[in-house]
Nanobody, 128 residues
Framework: QVQLVESGGGSVQPGGSLRLSCTASGVTTDDYNIGWFRQAPGKEREGVAATYSTGGSLYYADSVKGRFAISHGNAKNTVHLQMNSLKPEDTAMYYC?????????????????????WGQGNQVTVSS
């Protein structure tokens, strides 16, 4: 069974930085999509950044372009989300997710529907 374990997050002042990490286990294929999503209270879950397990394309929501960066870690099946220049509106529960149903397009990568595995979520709070 696929499990996604997230770490990182926490509280930071506006303008600060945080890094989230996600490690996938139990994945039976080397080819899968992995994305970061967030959900603020009272709002729908939205895609933040996504990539493919073997590298290549990187996709970002317009709201985080130039501030967030998704990357592969040195350890296999680990992905990071570096978040810089954080704003109060970035406050949300952040989720790592994996889609094993085939390579997603840019638009599909930032939608929740194709993703069939989800992490438990990590809180990110940006406040002065």
């Amino acid at each position: 069974q696929v499990q996604l374990v997230e770490s990182g997050g926490g509280s930071v002042q506006p303008g600060g930085s945080l890094r989230l990490s996600c490690t996938a286990s139990g994945v039976t294929t080397d080819d899968y999509n992995i994305g970061w999503f967030r959900q603020a209270p009272g709002k729908e879950r939205e895609g933040v950044a996504a990539t493919y397990s073997t590298g290549g394309s990187l996709y970002y929501a317009d709201s985080v372009k130039g501030r967030f960066a998704i990357s592969h870690g040195n350890a296999k099946n680990t992905v990071h989300l570096q978040m810089n220049s954080l704003k109060p509106e970035d406050t949300a529960m952040y989720y790592c997710a994996a889609a094993t149903t085939g390579r997603l397009t840019a638009i599909q990568s930032l939608h929740t529907r194709p993703y069939n595995y989800w992490g438990q979520g990590n809180q990110v709070t940006v406040s002065s």
